[in-house]
């Protein structure tokens, strides 16, 4: 499963930048001559973006989902409904089926729901029961074989009502349509389809639906990210649902789960540039050539994360422009040694900057051993935007030490913009986790650590291998 994940997150990594390695180092971790890490992004890779789409009976969910399968047409998308999990009805309760409220949370087997969806998170393909709604039973068709997918849509009256299930979701969407236009509609399903008679019809919604509809369905529109009027007839709504989608799938899924995560977009030239500095062979002036180029490349990305005022200008043409006025207010903080890499690449961006030191003192090889041993700010710092450098983002933890001074200084958390070269996955849940308002800016994510908590593949010491002091570094070539 690792290896096919991998191998996956290869093949449609089109627009994202992941670390570069190849099948031939994953063939010896998985023969263990290479140890395997730590890492917890073998998991990670190609989890499923899960869209959850709720609303009243014959509110059009059905109808805004197929929407959205029909425009993102290059993925691979599955839906599974709520409906394929309401419990088999005893036989006493067939006899009574009037009296049966399938509107209830407790209709539906949700445990069964969480396990389907258990397996398909896991890439494990499942089969799914085919619900009868004339004969009440989840077995009276062959069930439907469903495969991992890029995007799974939950759909259902109650799919926001269970906690677990909402947990899965990455977006949420409420179809808002009004009550008489769902009664109209159903009228017409239940007679056409079900071939139930209206007087039934009508029961069944005075005494279940529209009860269970104000009880439990309406008090779940307030966890949705996106309520949809008017369901399958507003286009607009589909259409930038599609486009978040489309985006969200693009990028990795560490993105997906902390959306102030940015991975800047991937180009041949960018991936060039990590293979020769991840090199252990590469010299030390090719080394910060191309380790230069990419810091800019972060930092320009990085910038563009600050606000700004919108300003108009005269061009020679006498005609009016309108522009934006670069936020001003800002400043450049380094953690030492290797932060101070990245300072050049801020100062041809930023003209006299101010650059604030952090030096955090790496103790013992634990997670968990930093120790604060000098710091330098701009006094005002309080007030300004702060561009934190540190080319790599390992276990978080000095990156931690470092966000918790800025924080202690009086800089508000939103106001930090954490840029790193490379990022391991770990690193980015503690940083994230502890600072959700923080931004983090990072060219590429990495596999995790190893056993010694450094970055894999990395790039080994960042600040030995730029600043020249690596003569006596020893390379550890894998065995074949
Ligand atoms: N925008 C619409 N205009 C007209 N009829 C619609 C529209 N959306 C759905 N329907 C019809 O209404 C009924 C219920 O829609 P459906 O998408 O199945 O709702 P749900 O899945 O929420 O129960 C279906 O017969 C469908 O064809
Ligand atoms: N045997 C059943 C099971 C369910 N219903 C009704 O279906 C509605 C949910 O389906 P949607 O496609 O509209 O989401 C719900 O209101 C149940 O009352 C049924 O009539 N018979
Ligand atoms: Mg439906």
Do not use: W
Not at 23 to 28: G, T
Not at 48 to 76: W, Y
Not at 205 to 212: E, G, L, N, T
Not at 388 to 405: K, R
């Amino acid at each position: 499963m690792a290896a096919k994940s991998v191998v996956d997150l290869i093949e449609s990594s089109s627009g994202v930048h992941y670390s570069g390695f190849h099948m031939d180092a994953l063939n010896k971790i998985n023969a263990g001559t290479v140890p395997p890490t730590t890492s917890v992004a073998d998991h990670m890779y190609n989890q499923p973006f899960v869209i959850g789409v709720a609303g009243g009976a014959a509110a059009g969910k059905t109808e805004v989902c197929n929407m959205i399968i029909q425009q993102l047409h290059d993925q691979r998308v599955v839906v599974v409904n709520q409906d394929s999990f309401y419990h088999n009805l005893t036989e006493e309760e067939l006899t009574r089926v009037q009296d049966y409220n399938f509107d209830h949370p407790d209709a539906f087997d949700t445990e069964q729901l969480l396990g389907v969806m258990d397996k398909l998170k896991h890439g494990q393909a499942v089969d799914i029961p085919n619900y009868d709604f004339k004969s009440y039973k989840s077995h009276a068709f062959p069930a439907r074989r469903v495969n991992p997918s890029d995007v799974i849509i939950l759909e259902g009256i109650l799919i926001f009502h269970d906690p677990r299930v909402r947990e899965l979701m990455n977006m949420k969407i409420f179809v808002d349509t009004d009550a008489d236009v769902r009664l109209a509609r159903r009228i017409k399903r239940d007679t056409v389809q079900k071939s139930r008679d209206i007087g039934t019809v009508l029961d069944q919604y005075s005494k279940f639906v529209k009860p269970a509809f104000d009880d439990f369905i309406l008090p779940t529109k307030k966890y949705a990210d996106i309520i949809i009027p008017r369901g399958g007839d507003n286009h607009v709504a589909i259409d930038l649902i599609v486009q978040h989608i489309r985006t969200k799938l693009g990028q990795h899924d560490l993105c997906k789960i902390y959306p102030n995560l940015y991975v800047i977009q991937s180009t041949f030239q960018i991936r060039g540039m990590h293979t020769l500095i991840r090199d252990c062979q590469i010299k030390t002036h090719d080394f910060v050539f191309y380790s230069d180029r990419l810091i800019r490349l972060v930092v320009e990305h990085g910038l563009g994360h600050l606000p700004f005022t919108e300003k108009q200008i005269i061009t020679p043409t006498g005609s009016v422009y309108t522009g934006v006025d670069f936020c001003k207010r800002l400043c450049g903080v380094s953690v030492i040694r290797s932060g101070e890499s990245m300072e050049n690449a801020l100062r041809a961006c930023c003209k006299g900057i101010k650059i604030g030191k952090i030096l955090i003192h790496r103790e013992g090889e634990g997670d968990n051993s930093q120790q604060l041993i000098y710091e330098k700010l701009p006094n005002d710092i309080s007030d300004r935007h702060v561009l934190l450098l540190d080319p790599i983002l390992g276990t978080g933890n000095s990156a931690v030490q470092a966000i918790n001074l800025l924080i202690k200084k009086g800089v508000p958390e939103s106001n930090i913009i954490f840029l790193n070269l490379i990022s391991a996955p770990q690193g980015v849940h503690v940083v994230c986790k502890a600072f959700p308002r923080i931004k983090i800016v990072t060219s590429e994510i990495e596999l995790g650590l190893n056993k010694d908590y450094r970055v894999v593949p990395g790039m080994g010491e960042f600040g030995d291998r730029y600043f020249g002091t690596d003569d006596d570094q020893q390379v550890v070539v894998p065995s074949q």
